[in-house]
């Protein structure tokens, strides 16, 4: 009788067993794109930290499990069509680089209309993602692009002048072509006949090679991955400052459809990519410079009196950058007062106050 029971008793308890559902983790495809190769800093990482984190957050509770499909290099969209890619979903989510869409982007140059402030990325990337949250005007434009803003990213430490020939100061860019992207291009303005001309990172080695360009702005890491020293062997070292010019986003259509735990963690994980990269960009930085230096290349410090006649010389960018938003409803005034009051606070006072009195 005991034997029977005992053997009841198991039966049912297995019954049951195989009666409960099977649990397991949700599986969710994440097409992931940039136009720039797999070797740039901050595509290297989002590989190297940013998949890897999401996906040890998310296997804490088990119950999500990404499939990541990485694409770079232009096998979907080139470096400038990130933006529409991700907007038309051909990328769930991107790496924008914002510096190409100044007209639907506008108030992502808010570190670009003021130079000569703070060449740390870590303090810029902080100040601008603290800014996007604070103000609506930075998710309202990717918004209308049909994308949710995540975080900001800012990858180099400072811009630089690169050059075929030796610079030393101001006056050796006059009447010169020189090769930037986005917001810098206007740091040329107040440079007697000296001439901008648009081009992406990874067309600078071949616009300085062809004698396109005489210069070109970019930073020493940046150097040293794309090889610069090879035709542009001096670098002026003018601490222009840091920029953001990388945003992290994903489509919207994609994001609605999201669970609310893997919102979470992707929003918690842009941040931390955000001050990871910032932070391997100033890490990079001294040992860029010593690469390129290696390589071939000669630095020269701008003098003090230079970098402070430069940026008197460029227009009211700043200015201009503010009343543009403010004419649309934006508060560009103040957004721009609160970046600069950031930095300020983080130690970082700049060689021209590019800060408005409100009326």
């Not at 009841?8 to 720039?36: C, M, N, Q, R, W």
């Not at 924008?96 to 670009?112: E, R």
């Not at 604070?134 to 900001?152: C, R």
């Not at 609605?256 to 932070?279: F, I, N, S, T």
């Amino acid at each position: 009788m005991k034997h029977w029971t005992r053997n009841l008793a198991l039966a049912t308890a297995l019954s049951a067993l195989t009666a409960l559902p099977s649990f397991s983790a949700e599986t969710i495809k994440a097409v992931v794109i940039d136009g720039y190769p797999a070797r740039a800093l901050w595509v290297k990482e989002f590989t190297a930290f940013f998949i890897p984190e999401v996906d040890k957050r998310l296997a804490a509770n088990g119950n999500y499990v990404m499939d990541w499909q990485e694409s770079y290099g232009g096998s979907i969209v080139k470096p400038k069509g990130v933006l529409e890619g991700v907007k038309l979903g051909l990328g769930d989510i991107g790496i924008v680089t914002t510096i190409f869409h100044s007209s639907k982007l506008p108030s992502q140059a808010i570190a670009a209309v003021t130079p000569f402030v703070a060449a740390d990325a870590r303090a810029v990337a902080k100040a601008v993602d603290e800014i996007a949250k604070e103000y609506p005007a930075m998710q309202n434009e990717f918004e209308k692009q049909n994308q949710v803003y995540l975080a900001t990213g800012v990858v180099l430490d400072t811009y630089q002048v690169f050059s075929k020939n030796l610079i030393s100061g101001l006056s050796d860019m006059e009447g010169s072509k020189v090769a930037g992207a986005g917001m810098n291009l206007r740091y040329l303005e107040g440079i007697e006949g000296a001439a901008g001309v648009r081009g992406g990172l990874t067309d600078f080695y071949n616009m300085l090679q062809t004698g396109l360009v005489d210069h070109a702005m970019l930073w020493p890491e940046a150097a040293k991955t794309f090889k610069i020293a090879e035709v542009a062997p001096y670098m002026l070292k003018a601490d222009l400052g840091a920029v953001n010019s990388k945003t992290i986003t994903v489509n919207k259509d994609y994001w609605d459809g999201l669970p609310e735990e893997v919102k979470g963690v992707l929003q918690e994980v842009a941040v931390a990519y955000r001050d990871h990269v910032a932070g391997i960009a100033m890490d990079r930085a001294a040992a860029s410079r010593e690469a390129y230096v290696a390589a071939g290349g000669t630095v020269v410090d701008m003098s003090a009196e230079d970098r402070a006649a430069w940026a008197a010389a460029i227009p009211n960018i700043a200015g201009e950058w503010a009343d543009g938003l403010n004419s649309k409803g934006e508060a560009g005034t103040d957004m721009l007062n609160a970046y600069l009051g950031k930095l300020e606070a983080s130690g970082y006072t700049g060689v021209r106050d590019w800060t408005i009195v409100s009326n």
